[in-house]
């Protein structure tokens, strides 16, 4: 029998003050410098990103949306981190940084990175990337290489799909600067009035609802042909817009601005309004980036430079063209042969239909034993989302509760609920209204609940609500029986097939006890302290990490085997970090694997002898969380939805869980090992912050592809289990 008592595992209600001696234990002994700067980590890993973008062994519309990806990455990090980070400069709340460096030379590292970045990203395009695709019959095009019969059939579309949605506007003295919206995609044009001589400036925007790359007309091939980039078809019918003018000069820019979200809880009585007010007001943040194509000339850039109260810092010229999350739409082209191979996701076989009526019992499945699911080798819809939809018909269940973060709009998870509580159950919704950009998506889908009946209410004022966690209350032979659902990722299907995430499925009545604590502290005013299988931020999860930590430790100095494995999507948090460097230091062998940020460092002699960090990137994005402890032999193992960052442990709501059946646990550290071993591909982590891409054995052959190898044994797993 596994002890899941959190409160027996080291775990529990200990004296705080011999915890923090504990923690702090050790301290004086690391180094000073001992992080690598977040922000500069994150270019990092978009610098692995577009690393991908430049693979020649990738497949080639692959890389074309590894472009696309990198791309959106760099414009979310501008409006949001370094919005974040020079509103704190402004404002005279920047305080140094982990690395002990001023915010004024953190910015002016970010601008060195992200100028040769986006520099590289752009070359990645033009010398490898397009030369590609024009080779396997996609042809990306300038006006000048067209026919004279090509111009002629993109003049009459210019004239029947742009030129009536265009809006051109003129700068003069009846006419101010106009408004120039954050990613927008404009023209800087420069006429001259033909019969005063007088030069003029407009700013006309690209419409962002046409397609941006206009497939040119010829002969019908599948997932061939030529396109032209929207703005070059509006460039060149600039005439039919200003008749009578003469045109000097045009060129494309980009502006990026703030658009991270403030919103004081403590005083707003209405959270809703409140960030309706806040998003409309997103719009109109300062900017922080402008791109412009780097021959544009000099008067028109000093012009844009002074409207728009731009620095230099803040320039980025590039070849064009601009806006490459274009790609995206490229990336979708039906060339089987140019993506990765199609992978189906498996039905997990727990959840196999029964052979007589065609359907699953998931009740049934649940009560035989936990169940485990791995997204996207393992179906969402066929696990998730037929739950919910079986419970939201089942007359004998009596309550649904779910927490929702990020969902589709089309969201089969936000019917079920609809659904059941039209069927008289009692349901209750968590919409994080607060999830960054998706803010006006959530509020519509909670007016649409509360409008169905749903109880939905927004969870606690100064906190984030991230955990994923699904309830179901059922009635069984008169006795109330709960079952509950506990994952990695969002309830979102569309992501889902994209995402890599683990979800837990159980009947255990202490995590069921536990989740009925938490939802009533959620939605009411109850304050519970005590959990025994689940470890809950922002009031436990640090703490019981560390613990968790320090026993490992205190483990290898008493010569017992230690070992701790981490993934995740971001190791930032300092106190997590030095605790994993006094393990480390102890002898305990840590293994760290993480997508994104890494503020950890593994080149301090006698710190961090012991610590071996991995990334790895690919088809699917790594979104699942592990912890796992070797516990001197009794394996503990969690999966949940905290990142060690400072906002995840410390202003959100996170939830893990303890995995307990001996199978579940072998698989995760399974599926760890083999992302660490020398044999995988991914990127390893050197001195000074630097990551190393290691795809080739020293015979030259390619490493092993976790993600392929992982579909695999999924699909032989599933097999094995259906026969038996």
């Known amino acids: 029998m596994i002890d899941t008592d959190v409160s027996d595992s080291g775990l529990g209600d200990a004296d705080d003050d011999d915890f923090d001696e504990m923690v702090e234990e050790g301290d004086a002994q690391l180094p000073d410098h001992r992080y690598t700067d977040r922000e500069l980590s994150w270019l990092a890993f978009n610098q692995r990103v577009l690393e991908l973008a430049e693979d020649p062994t990738v497949p080639l519309l692959e890389r074309t949306n590894f472009l696309a990806i990198f ?175 003469e045109i000097l000069e045009h060129h494309t820019f980009r502006l990026t601005r703030n658009e991270d979200v403030v919103i004081e809880e403590d005083e707003t009585e209405n959270l809703i309004q409140a960030l309706e007010a806040e998003l409309l ?15 544009m000339d000099d008067v028109t850039l000093a012009l844009l430079i002074e409207e728009l109260d731009i620095t230099e810092q803040e320039l980025y010229r590039l070849p064009g063209p601009l806006d490459m999350r274009g790609l995206f739409d490229l990336s979708r082209i039906d060339r089987p042969e140019l993506h990765y191979p199609a992978h189906v996701p498996v039905t997990a076989a727990a959840f196999l239909p029964a052979e007589q009526n065609g359907r699953a019992d998931f009740f049934s499945a649940i009560r035989k034993a936990d169940v485990l699911v791995h997204h996207p080798y393992e179906s969402f819809t066929t696990s998730v989302v037929a739950f919910l939809e079986q419970a939201a018909r089942d007359p004998h269940v009596l309550a649904i509760k779910q927490t929702l973060y990020r969902t589709s709009g089309d969201s089969p998870i936000v019917q079920a609920l609809i659904d059941a509580a039209e069927r008289g159950k009692q349901v209750l919704a968590l919409v994080e209204v607060k999830a960054r950009f998706d803010e006006a998506a959530n509020i519509v889908w909670a007016r649409k609940l509360e409008k169905a009946g749903v109880h939905v209410v927004y969870g606690l004022v100064g906190l984030k609500t991230h955990c994923k966690l699904l309830h179901v209350i059922r009635e069984e032979d008169g006795m109330l029986r709960s079952y509950s659902h506990l994952g990695t990722g969002n309830y979102n299907p569309k992501t889902s097939r994209l995402y890599e995430d683990f979800g837990l499925f159980t009947c255990d009545e202490q995590v069921g006890r536990d989740l009925t604590r938490l939802f009533n502290e959620l939605s009411g005013y109850a304050i519970e302290k005590k959990f025994k299988r689940l470890l809950v931020a922002p009031l436990h999860l640090r703490k019981g990490l560390l613990r968790l930590i320090d026993k490992e430790r205190r483990n290898a100095i008493e010569g017992k085997p230690a070992h701790i494995r981490i993934k995740v999507n971001s190791m930032v948090d300092e106190q997590i970090i030095d605790a994993l460097y006094r393990a480390s230091e102890a002898g305990v062998r840590v293994d760290v694997w993480v997508r994104g940020i890494c503020a950890l460092r593994t080149d301090l002699p006698g710190v961090t002898d012991n610590i071996t960090v991995r990334s790895i990137l690919g088809r699917y994005l790594e979104h699942s969380r592990i912890f796992a402890f070797h516990n001197d032999g009794d394996p503990q193992v969690y999966i949940g939805s905290a990142d060690m960052m400072h906002r995840n442990l410390d202003r959100r709501v996170e939830a893990l869980v303890r995995v307990v059946a001996p199978a579940h646990t072998t698989e995760l550290v399974e599926l760890f090992d083999l992302a660490m071993s020398d044999e995988t591909s991914s990127w390893h982590l050197e001195s000074a912050g630097e990551w190393v891409r290691h795809s080739l054995g020293d015979d030259g052959k390619p490493l092993i592809d976790l993600q392929e190898r992982t579909m695999t044994q999924v699909q032989r797993r599933r097999r094995a289990r259906a026969v038996r």
Do not use: C
Not at 281 to 295: D, Q
């Open 71 to 245: 791309a959106s990455n760099l414009d979310e990090f501008f409006m949001v981190r370094v919005a974040g980070l020079k509103r704190r400069i402004v404002t005279g709340l920047a305080v140094p940084t982990n690395i002990g460096a001023a915010p004024q030379e953190v910015l002016a590292d970010i601008s060195e990175a992200a100028h040769t970045l986006q520099l590289r990203h752009a070359r990645a395009w033009l010398d490898s990337v397009q030369p590609a695709l024009t080779d396997a019959g996609i042809e990306v095009v300038r006006w000048d290489e067209l026919s004279e019969d090509e111009r002629s059939a993109m003049y009459d579309y210019f004239q029947a799909q742009v030129f009536p949605v265009l809006m051109p506007l003129a700068v003069d003295p009846a006419h101010p600067f106009p408004y120039i919206s954050g990613l927008s995609l404009n023209l800087a044009i420069r006429i001259r009035n033909a019969k005063t001589g007088r030069q003029e400036f407009a700013r006309l925007k690209v419409p962002p609802m046409l397609p941006r790359f206009v497939e040119l007309p010829g002969k019908s091939v599948k997932g061939r042909g030529r396109y032209l980039p929207l703005e070059q078809l509006i460039a060149h019918h600039l005439g039919d817009l200003f008749p009578g003018m």
């Open 281 to 295: 007001r997103r719009r109109f943040g300062p900017p922080i980036r402008l791109e412009v194509t780097e021959e």
